[in-house]
C-alpha cells in the first residue's frame, strides 16, 4: 500500500518538476514572508509624512521625530508632491509664522496634531505641568507580522490545495483516472497519495514563515498540531478543486470561492467586535486564525488549541463526508 | 472582425456554460450586502486606548476633557494593574494612566513594545499641546487646502475601489489562464492557428469577453452603492483599461508555462503580492516605494477619485492614458509572444 502512494506521490512530483512548479509553491510565500519582513517596521510608525523647505533644517529635524520628512528646495516642488495620492502635509516656516498645506482629504484631526507637532517645537523650553513618560510591557510582535504571518499561512493552505487539486484534474484532463482505476491503487490510496503533498508543504512553509517573521519565541508543539489540522482544510480545498471541477477553468473559478472565506475570515477577524466575532465561527479559517494568534501571542492553552484543532478537522470531516458519494462518483 | 465576433460568441457561449458568470455576480452581490448591512459609516481602524486617571481632586478637569476625547474608543479601568493586564491580554491595546504627584499631571503611556518611537512622540505632542493651549500658549499660523473640495472619504467608501480593482479588473488575470491551458488540451488553440482567425482575433476575444464580466460586476455595484453620484464617464473607462490590463497579464503569463498549475502559481502569488497595496491605499501615511511602485496603486486611487471627486481629475485620465498605453504595448507584446509560441501548444 505504502509503495503504491509512494509511486503515486513520485510521478505528481516528476509532473510538477517540468516547469519547477513545486519550486515555485515552496518558495512563493517565503519570499513574500521575506518582503513583509521589510515593511513591518515602517508600518508600526506613527505613519506620518511630512514636506519641508530643506533650508529650515530644526524644522527637519523636529519633524522627523514624528514620521518621515521630505525635504524640498521650493514651495512649488513641495506643493506638487502633497497633490499627489499619499498622506503628506507641509509645513513652512518664515519669521516665526506657520504656513501649513495639506491637500484637503486627510485623516480627520490631522490639523490638531500638526498643532501639537508645532507647539512642541516653538515652546521645548517652556515649562509646563504636565510630564509625560513612555513605559512598555515588553511585548515586541506587531499586529502586522501576527496578521501577515496568518495571512501568509492560510495562502499555503491554497497553494497546498491547489498543487493537489490541480493534480487531480490533471489526471481527468489526460484521461489517466480510468487507468488508475483499473490499478491496483484503491480509492483510498489515491485519495492519501493525492493529499500527502497538500498536507506536508502547507505545514512546512508555515513553519519557515515563522521563523523568517521572527516568530520563534512560540510553544512550537500547539503551532505544529494547529498547523496540521489546519492541512486539512488544503486537502478539501484540493478535493473540492479538484474532483468536483471536469474543466480547468471551473478548476480555476472554484479556487477563486475559497479565496472568499479566506478573505472573509481575516477582514472579520479584525474589523468585528469581540461580540460579533460568533459571526465568523462557520468557517475553518477563523478557527485556524484564532489559534495561530493565540499560540504567537502567547495566551495559547493546549485545551484550547486542541479544541480549535478538533473543529477544524471536524468541519473538514463533515464536508468530507458530504461530498463522500460525489468523490466515489468522480472516482469511478 | 467577423472572425473576432465569431471567437467572441464562441468563447462567450463556453464562459456562459461554466458557473463562472454566476460566481461573478454572487462576487458583486455579496459585496454589495455586505457593504449595506455590516459596514457602518463609522467604523475606523485604530486601536482603543486603555484608561486610568487617578481619582484626584486635581485631575476633574483633566479625566473629563480625555474621556470626551476618547469617547467610544477608550476602555476606562479602575486600576493601573487592570490596565497592564489589558494591555496583556489584547496585543493592539496601548494604555494611558493618569495621576497628580509633585504638583504636575504625570502621564504613563504605556505602550506594547514593538511599536516605533515616532508613536509615542505623537502622543507626546497631543498631551503636552492640550496643556500648553491650556496655558495660552498658540502659534501663529495659516492653513491652506489644495483642493478645496477633497473630502476624506469614510472606509466604507473607500472599500468599494478595493473591490473595483481586485474583482472587477483582475478578474481575467487568475481565469484567463484556465481558458487557455483548457483549449491548449483540447488543441483548440492549434486549431485556431491554421483556421483564418488570426492570433490577435485571439487575444482579444479574450479581452473582450473577461471586459464583460468586469463591467457586469463593477456597474452592478458601483450604482447599487453609490446611485448616480460619481463620474460614470471615469468609472467605466477606469474599469475597460484595468480590466484589459488584468486579462493581457494573465494571458501573458499563461504563454510562458506548460502546465495550468505553474501559471496558476504564479498568477496566485502576483495577485497576493499587489494586493498588499490596499494597505498603503488604506492608510496613505504608509507609502514604501515598492508598494507605490504597483500596478494596483495607482488604480485604486483613480477609482475612488472617480468615485469620490476631489478635485483630481487629471490623475484619473492620467491613469487611462497611462494604462491604455500600456495595454496597447502588453497587446502587441502577447500577440508576438503566442504567435511565437502557438507551435509548441
Redesign the interface.
Known amino acids: 500500500m505504502i509503495k503504491r502512494i509512494i509511486t503515486v506521490i513520485k510521478r505528481d512530483l516528476i509532473s510538477n518538476m517540468r516547469d519547477a512548479m513545486i519550486l515555485y509553491i515552496i518558495l512563493a510565500p517565503l519570499l513574500i514572508a521575506l518582503l513583509l519582513n521589510t515593511f513591518i517596521p515602517s508600518a508600526n510608525s506613527a505613519s506620518f509624512q511630512f514636506a519641508a523647505l530643506e533650508e529650515d533644517t530644526k524644522l527637519v529635524r523636529h519633524l522627523s521625530d514624528y514620521g518621515k520628512v521630505e525635504a524640498f528646495s521650493s514651495v512649488e516642488d513641495m506643493k506638487s508632491r502633497i497633490e499627489k495620492s499619499d498622506d503628506i502635509g507641509g509645513i513652512i516656516r518664515e519669521n516665526g509664522k506657520y504656513s501649513i498645506i495639506f491637500e484637503g482629504n486627510e485623516a480627520e484631526g490631522i490639523d490638531t496634531a500638526y498643532d501639537n507637532i508645532l507647539l512642541s517645537f516653538e515652546y521645548a523650553d517652556t515649562e509646563i505641568p504636565v510630564s509625560f513618560r513612555v513605559t512598555e510591557i515588553g511585548w515586541e510582535i506587531s499586529q502586522v507580522a501576527l496578521i501577515g504571518s496568518i495571512s501568509l499561512i492560510m495562502l499555503c493552505m491554497v497553494l497546498g490545495g491547489m498543487l493537489s487539486g490541480l493534480n487531480i484534474v490533471e489526471e481527468r484532463q489526460m484521461k489517466t483516472m480510468r487507468a488508475i482505476k483499473v490499478s491496483p491503487l484503491t480509492n483510498a490510496e489515491f485519495i492519501i497519495a493525492k493529499g500527502i503533498p497538500g498536507l506536508v508543504i502547507p505545514l512546512l512553509q508555515s513553519i519557515l514563515i515563522l521563523i523568517i517573521l521572527g516568530l520563534t519565541q512560540i510553544n512550537w508543539g500547539m503551532a505544529v498540531v494547529i498547523i496540521t489540522a489546519s492541512s486539512f482544510i488544503s486537502l478539501i480545498i484540493g478535493f473540492l478543486v479538484g474532483i468536483l471541477n471536469d474543466d480547468p477553468l471551473t478548476a480555476a473559478a472554484s479556487l477563486k470561492v475559497v479565496m472568499l472565506p479566506i478573505s472573509v475570515t481575516i477582514v472579520g477577524a479584525i474589523l468585528l467586535s469581540d461580540k460579533l466575532q460568533f459571526l465568523l465561527y462557520w468557517s475553518p479559517f477563523y478557527w485556524q486564525y484564532v489559534g495561530i494568534s493565540e499560540i504567537i501571542t502567547k495566551t495559547a492553552s493546549w485545551s484550547g488549541i486542541l479544541l480549535y484543532s478538533g473543529i477544524i478537522i471536524g468541519m473538514t470531516g463533515l464536508v468530507y463526508g458530504i461530498l463522500h458519494n460525489r468523490l466515489k462518483r468522480s472516482f469511478s | 472582425m467577423k472572425a473576432l465576433l465569431t471567437t467572441f460568441k464562441k468563447d462567450m457561449k463556453l464562459?456562459l456554460r461554466?458557473?463562472?458568470i454566476y460566481?461573478v455576480l454572487l462576487?458583486a452581490i455579496?459585496f454589495v450586502v455586505i457593504m449595506l448591512f455590516a459596514?457602518n459609516d463609522e467604523?475606523e481602524?485604530s486601536?482603543p486606548f486603555v484608561i486610568y486617571v487617578e481619582d484626584q481632586e486635581e485631575l476633574k478637569d483633566f479625566s473629563s476633557a480625555l474621556s470626551e476625547d476618547a469617547q467610544g474608543s477608550a476602555i476606562v479601568v479602575n486600576s493601573r494593574e487592570e490596565l497592564?493586564a489589558s494591555?496583556?491580554?489584547d496585543?493592539?491595546l496601548k494604555g494611558l494612566y493618569v495621576n497628580y504627584e509633585n504638583?504636575?499631571?504625570?502621564?504613563?503611556?504605556?505602550?506594547?513594545?514593538?511599536?516605533?518611537?515616532?508613536?509615542?512622540?505623537?502622543?507626546?505632542?497631543?498631551?503636552?499641546?492640550?496643556?500648553?493651549?491650556d496655558?495660552g500658549?498658540?502659534?501663529?499660523?495659516?492653513?491652506?487646502?489644495?483642493?478645496?473640495?477633497?473630502?476624506?472619504?469614510p472606509l466604507k467608501g473607500l472599500l468599494i475601489p478595493i473591490f473595483l480593482v481586485m474583482e472587477s479588473a483582475l478578474m481575467g488575470m487568475?481565469?484567463v489562464?484556465?481558458?487557455v491551458?483548457?483549449e491548449k488540451?483540447e488543441g483548440s488553440i492549434r486549431a485556431y492557428s491554421v483556421s483564418p482567425g488570426k492570433v490577435w482575433h485571439y487575444l482579444a476575444s479574450k479581452i473582450l469577453m473577461f471586459l464583460v464580466f468586469g463591467l457586469l460586476s463593477a456597474l452592478f455595484v458601483v450604482f447599487t452603492l453609490r446611485g448616480f453620484d460619481f463620474n460614470f464617464l471615469q468609472v467605466l473607462l477606469l474599469t475597460i483599461v484595468f480590466n484589459i490590463f488584468g486579462t493581457l497579464l494573465g494571458l501573458i503569463i499563461s504563454v510562458f508555462?506548460?502546465?495550468?498549475?505553474?501559471a496558476?502559481?504564479?498568477i496566485?502569488?502576483i495577485a497576493?503580492?499587489i494586493g498588499?497595496s490596499t494597505?498603503?491605499y488604506i492608510?496613505?501615511?504608509?507609502?514604501?516605494r515598492v508598494v507605490?511602485l504597483m500596478p494596483t496603486?495607482?488604480m485604486q486611487?483613480a477609482f475612488k477619485e472617480a468615485l469620490f471627486p476631489?478635485?483630481?481629475t487629471a490623475?484619473v485620465w492620467n491613469n487611462i492614458l497611462g494604462f491604455s498605453a500600456v495595454n496597447i504595448i502588453l497587446f502587441f507584446f502577447g500577440t508576438w509572444l503566442y504567435k511565437k509560441r502557438i507551435s509548441t501548444f
Open positions: 464562459s461554466s458557473f463562472y460566481l462576487f455579496l459596514v467604523t481602524l486601536s497592564i494591555l496583556e491580554d496585543y493592539t504638583d504636575k499631571v504625570n502621564i504613563e503611556f504605556v505602550q506594547q513594545g514593538y511599536e516605533d518611537d515616532s508613536i509615542s512622540k505623537m502622543l507626546e505632542a497631543e498631551m503636552l499641546g492640550k496643556a500648553r493651549s496655558m500658549l498658540t502659534i501663529d499660523k495659516e492653513v491652506t487646502l489644495l483642493r478645496e473640495n477633497a473630502e476624506k472619504v487568475l481565469l489562464a484556465a481558458y491551458f483548457m488540451q508555462f506548460d502546465s495550468l498549475q505553474g496558476m502559481v504564479w496566485v502569488v497576493a503580492v498588499v494597505v498603503s492608510n496613505p501615511s504608509f507609502s514604501p507605490t496603486y495607482p486611487f476631489a478635485g483630481d490623475y
